[in-house]
């Protein structure tokens, strides 16, 4: 069974501590390809997202190259 490389899944989730109802979150895209990207942003609450969950859309997306780059940002980001 082939991986569907155009769809984006969630690697991992933040909740905002100064913004109500904001989650930050670390999609992947292109899973399992040399060309995987890491979309920063945000997720559009309409629901409680879970590791694994596939996401149509990230907001305001910052693109990482590197599982650490997007680690960082997710620690850091508040």
Request: charged fraction near 25%; include cysteine; charge should be negative.
């Amino acid at each position: 069974m082939a991986i569907d490389t155009e769809r984006i899944f969630l690697l991992a989730t933040k909740k905002s501590q100064r913004v109500e109802n904001l989650t930050y979150c670390i999609g992947v895209h292109r899973l399992g390809t040399p060309n995987m990207e890491y979309i920063l942003g945000e997720t559009d609450n309409d629901r409680e997202y879970r590791q694994g969950d596939e996401v149509s859309y990230i907001y305001h997306a910052e693109y990482a190259y590197t599982l650490q780059e997007a680690l960082d940002w997710l620690n850091n980001v508040n």
